[in-house]
C-alpha cells in the first residue's frame, strides 16, 4: 500500500485493470488540499475532465465552485476525487465493475486524506459510498456518521444544471454542510462570504 500521495497517483496511473484505463488521455486522480478535512467526491470524469486531467473543471464544476463559495469554501481548502479515476466513454454512468475496479483508489486516497467530512455529489457516489439504495431525493442532505467520517450526499452539479428546481434544497444541504463543518473541522476556515 501506497505511503504517499505521489507513490499512489504514479500506481494509479499505471493502473489497466478495467478497459477504461486504456481509453483515457488522462487519469483524473484527485484535486485540492492534501490535508483537508473535507472531501467531495463524484462519480467519474468527463470530457473536459479527462483532457485535463482534474476533476470538476467543466460547467458542473464550475457550478460545483460555485456552491462551495456559498459556504465560504473554495478548492484550495478541500480535496475532490471521483469513484472512477478515468472516464466511461459518453459520459455515461460508471458500470458496476468500473466502481469496484476504483474502489480501491479511492479507498487508498481517503485513507491517506484522513477527512472528517465526505460530501458525495450524485446518486452513484452516495451508493458507492454510503449504502448501496441511497435514494438521492428521499436522502439528500442527511448525515450518517462511518468509521469516525461524518458522510452526506447532495445532487450532483450536472443535475442542477438540468434541472434548476432542486437548486433551493440545495442550498439547505449546502448550509448544513457548513453548519457541520464549522463544528467538526479545526483546520478549515468557513468565513461567510
Known amino acids: 500500500m501506497a505511503d504517499t500521495w505521489e507513490q499512489l497517483e504514479r500506481e ?7 478497459p477504461l484505463g486504456e ?7 484527485g484535486d485540492g488540499a492534501r490535508d ?22 467543466g460547467p458542473a464544476g464550475q457550478l460545483l465552485n460555485e456552491m462551495m463559495e456559498i ?21 455515461r454512468d460508471p458500470a458496476h465493475e468500473e466502481q469496484l475496479a476504483c474502489l480501491p483508489w479511492l479507498r487508498r486516497q481517503t485513507a491517506l486524506l484522513r477527512p ?11 451508493q458507492v459510498v454510503i ?18 467520517v461524518w458522510l452526506t450526499a447532495i445532487y450532483h452539479p450536472s443535475a442542477l444544471l438540468r434541472d434548476v428546481s432542486k437548486r ?4 439547505v444541504d449546502l448550509k448544513a454542510i457548513q453548519a457541520k463543518a464549522r463544528e467538526l473541522c479545526t483546520r478549515t476556515d468557513l468565513s461567510t462570504p
Open 36 to 57: 483537508a478535512e473535507i472531501m467531495f467526491i463524484g462519480e467519474g470524469p468527463g470530457q473536459r475532465e479527462d483532457e485535463q486531467g482534474v476533476p470538476f473543471v
Open 131 to 148: 449504502k448501496p439504495d441511497f435514494r438521492i431525493t428521499r436522502e439528500h442532505g442527511q448525515w450518517t456518521q462511518k468509521a469516525g
Open 168 to 171: 433551493p434544497e440545495t442550498f
Open 71 to 91: 459556504i465560504g469554501l473554495d478548492r484550495s481548502k478541500v480535496y475532490i476525487a471521483n469513484i472512477v479515476k478515468c472516464r466511461p466513454p459518453g459520459n
Open 23 to 29: 481509453r483515457r488521455q488522462h487519469l483524473v486522480f
Open 116 to 126: 472528517k467530512m465526505i460530501v458525495c455529489l450524485g446518486r452513484i457516489a452516495a
Open 12 to 18: 494509479c496511473n499505471g493502473c489497466r485493470v478495467c
